[in-house]
């Protein structure tokens, strides 16, 4: 039994799971060496981006001038059948590495009048992203290449030959009937139902009833009657015996003319088409007198013998024409300016009459710049990138200045890429942000455009200098970032900033550090926006109102619910809609988290008993709120934040007069938690919340709940760890509540969910909380999901959208007295996408394993996740 289902593990795995289509080896053909050098920099390019969906990509070169089609691409399969064998070990050529092998052979194809790259690499005017999510310019190439391992993806094994002479489309999904799949086949040709017009400068197939082929017709008019033509596409499909065969020509004189070997044993070249010397050989019913003795131009003796060896070869083989669903076709001969208008027209489906007009669009540009003609290959291609990558600039700066909810990691990716060919275009990038980051008098972009600069230093690393979350205050970044907190000065940051980058460029550790630190800078316009509004919801503060007594202050904590994350800055500011219901309850029927404050006449200072810390000076004070690893830091941000003590004051002494009489010199603070830390309850924030009240009832401060609020999430940017206004929300207003964030009003807005007494009973008789024994790392989920939304990542933007919308659905259920089990699943699934990894695994196991014996409802993390409470 064990072995039955070890075998139906392995064949499930084997059979039914379907893997993405992968190329074993995707080789591009160049006419010479100048071409090589060129398309190797721009295949390689989109190979590392994603475009090029293969285990390899070579690039050869015709080992002479004027091989033809044919002879181009068995010099290139003998190529690529010696990477093969070197790749598997084999110290001679061998044909068994085709037996489970995908190739493609592409022609690069000829120049094209105004693109001297050719058709092939001409860009179309629009982009597409790869699987992997980066931005690559759609050509022809990118195109072809996409429709063939579509198409290649319902065949076996196999080689693969497509030109580029011609561009053509697939309407839908490619489809390919099992006649055609049929193993029988010697081999597969593409073709489609053309206009009959488009026969005086193509081939023709000669199709019987079986749609096998059995001629070929070339620039002819006697289908001038015919409506439809099947119009020869330059595409081929080999199987592995066929390919096997056309790889044995490499040692057979003259063909072995078409390759490297020949030419290096001095030869003379041999110019072999791949359709009127191959696949007509292998057409059916084709008489050996015709087709080894008769050509256009006439043939000469060893041609002649060429021709009678792929007539013996190929002559009995079964050449199966295969139709495709084409909406859009053209050749691209003759090259001149009509054929390139004529393309435009056909491709887009909008009329234009000249070329001047498309140049906005395709990349054309002899039309602008004659002495184009005159740089080296290599250069135009760079031209073309340089083209591009400026146009998608102007869209990187308009996205940041109109702060569009747009991705812009894929454009940034593929800068990056490039920067393994030309380190200028990365460099270019940075520099355009820096700008961008600059050049607003408000400001307002600044935070997303620095962070965009960390995100362009994360993939220069390429994952090898370590993690983006780490310390932020090297030495050397300190005066920068001391500008940027400074209104009038944060031009000069930004100018510092660009400045000291130049030093920590060169190894992928280093990268990763100054990463940070544009990450720190970021914060400090996020934390600068956030203060903006916090203040205006502050209370009053009256001087000389404090009084002797002690002051004590308790609050619950908060279960989330739904909608967490949309409560977090500067996410919670920018985004359309924010809403999130949680909860207030108290643990074992006490309220977990209290302070209390004893005015001291003898004792000057403030002294945290629990810390058996004693703060003498405002200095002191200062120095630990932003500083959020070391103990007592979160009560010396809170004491800011209360306005006791001000950055101004030169001594606690003259702090405490405003608000007390004389003789109170210091204050003692006790807090206490029966949580543990990185419960996930919202302990800091509501610990925060408590020690604030205290405070201001010590001081005579006239306050609410919405001033708490308020002052919670400035605490919070005090100590610089961020941090949403959820937890306090949730334990300092009792019950049930749905909250949002009004950008109109620039405040946090509480409503209380109205329900029976029966249906809170049934929560409180239901709701059970168990200790995970694992603390969370909250600031570091948080500082990643932050990234995320500066770079607009769009699984994250359609999960913040779900989670808002997700809360208001679960408000509807509670105001009905139901309990929101469903949304409550959903939320569950939307943290984990959020924050990917924050569900350990055996806590997974362990909510399985209730659902499964029936003990729960539903289960899900506090907070943040990765470890904490579970509900």
Known sequence: AMIVAVFHYFYSVCFDEVQPFMWSLVCITTRNAEQR?????????????????????????????????????????LVVTEHLCAQRGFSVLTEEVLLDSRILILHSGREYAMNRCGSAFMYLGSDTLTKEGIRVPRSLFVLQLSQLTTLAARFSYGIWICGSDAFWQVEGDIEVTSATKNEDHSLVVFTFNADASLATSSG??????????????????????????????????????????????????????????????????????????????????????????KGSPPLDERSMKARQILFDRFSNSDTHACFLNISKYHYFQPADEENAIKFWNISTGNERKNAKEIKNHIFLPALEDPSYSALSLEKCFELNRTHIFNKWLEEVGDVLREDRNYELMPIFHSMCLAGDQSSSVPLHL?????????????????????????????????????????????????????LLQNETTIRDGIEA?????????????????????????AQIFTRRNVTQFCIKQLPILRY????????????????????????????????????????????????????????????????????????????????????????????CATILASGLVGPKDTSL???????????????????????????????????????????????????NTNNIHHAVLLIEQYLTTGGGWQDQVGGATGGLKISHFSRQTE?????????????????????????????????????????????????????????????????????????????????????????????????????????????????????????????
């Open 37 to 77: 050098a060129a398309v190797e920099s721009e295949v390689n390019w989109l190979w590392r981006c994603g475009a090029i969906r293969s285990e390899r990509v070579i690039v050869v070169e015709d080992p002479c001038p004027d091989l033809g089609s044919g002879g181009s691409s068995l010099n290139a399969l």
């Open 204 to 293: 023709v197939y000669r199709l019987n009833e079986r749609c096998d082929v059995v001629g070929i017709d070339y620039c002819t008019t006697k289908y001038e009657s015919c409506a439809k033509v099947p119009l020869v596409l330059t595409v081929i499909y080999m199987p592995v015996d066929t390919a096997t065969t056309f790889l044995s020509l490499h040692s057979v004189y003259p063909l072995s003319s078409c390759t490297y070997y020949g030419i290096d044993n001095g030869s003379p070249g041999l110019q072999l088409s791949i359709f009127f010397d191959f696949i007509l050989a292998a057409a059916n019913g084709i008489k050996e007198e015709d087709f080894v003795n």
């Open 430 to 482: 940075i520099d355009f942000l820096h700008r961008v980051a600059a050049e607003d008098g408000s400001f307002r972009v600044t935070d997303r455009a620095l962070s965009s600069v960390a995100d362009v230093l994360g993939l220069l690393s390429k994952r090898r200098g370590g993690l983006r979350s780490g310390p932020a205050a090297n030495p050397a970044f300190a005066p920068a970032l001391r």
């Open 497 to 521: 900033m660009y400045n000291e980058l130049s030093n920590w460029l060169l190894t992928p550790e280093k990268l990763i550090r100054a990463a940070r630190h544009y990450e720190a800078a």
């Open 544 to 635: 000389h109102s404090g009084h002797k007594r002690v002051v004590r202050a308790c609050c619950a904590c908060r279960v989330d619910i739904a909608g967490g994350w949309t409560d977090t800055p500067p996410i919670t500011m920018q985004i359309e809609h924010t809403a999130v219901v949680n909860m207030a309850v108290t643990i074992d029927g006490r309220k977990p988290v209290e302070c209390e404050i004893h005015p001291s006449v003898t004792t000057s200072g403030v002294f945290v008993k629990e810390l058996d810390l004693c703060l003498s000076t405002p200095e002191q004070i200062l120095d630990l709120s932003d500083k959020p690893s070391l103990p007592g830091s979160l009560i």
């Open 653 to 703: 002494g003259e702090a405490f007069r405003r608000f007390f009489d004389s003789d109170i010199i210091g204050i003692e603070i006790s807090t206490y938690s029966s949580l543990p830390h990185g419960s996930g309850l919202g302990t800091s924030s509501i610990l925060a919340a408590t020690i604030l009240a205290a405070l201001w009832t010590l001081m005579g401060v006239s306050f």
């Open 747 to 871: 405040e946090i807005l509480s409503e209380q969910l109205e329900c029976d007494e029966h249906f809170v009973h049934e929560i409180e008789s239901k709701l059970l909380l168990i200790y995970t024994g694992r603390t969370r790392l909250a600031k570091n989920l948080l500082q990643e999901v932050v990234r995320s939304w500066f770079s607009r990542d769009h699984h994250i933007t359609e999960t913040l959208h779900s989670l808002a919308n997700n809360a208001e659905a679960a408000a509807k259920l509670i105001r009905r007295c139901i309990f929101p089990v469903a949304e409550v699943e959903q939320y569950y699934k939307d943290k984990k996408k959020m924050a990917p990894g924050s569900e350990p695994v055996f806590v997974r196991n362990l909510i399985e394993e209730l659902r499964i014996s029936g003990f729960i409802e539903v289960a899900w993390l506090a907070g943040a996740g990765g470890g904490g409470f579970l509900y």
